[in-house]
């Protein structure tokens, strides 16, 4: 199953009417570490953002990540 995760991250900001700059802003002030747009755009690209950041996008944009058994 191949997913996009760039594209659904996108899908989401719009959703909420945010931009990833927003996002990126978001992220620094929860994290206290300096996500820019450049950074956040690469790690969506190349899908190698942690758990973590995960976590806290999904937060910042008002949804939970969950794993269930199948």
């Avoid at 199953?1 to 909420?16: D, E, F, G, H, Q």
């Amino acid at each position: 199953m191949a997913t996009n995760i760039r594209a659904i991250v996108k899908s989401l900001l719009s959703l909420n009417c945010m931009t990833l700059t927003q996002l990126c802003e978001e992220m620094t002030k929860r994290t206290g570490r300096t996500y820019t747009l450049d950074s956040l755009g690469g790690k969506l690209k190349r899908e190698s953002f942690s758990l973590k950041e995960a976590y806290i996008m999904a937060d910042i944009l008002g949804y939970d990540i969950k794993f269930e058994k199948r």
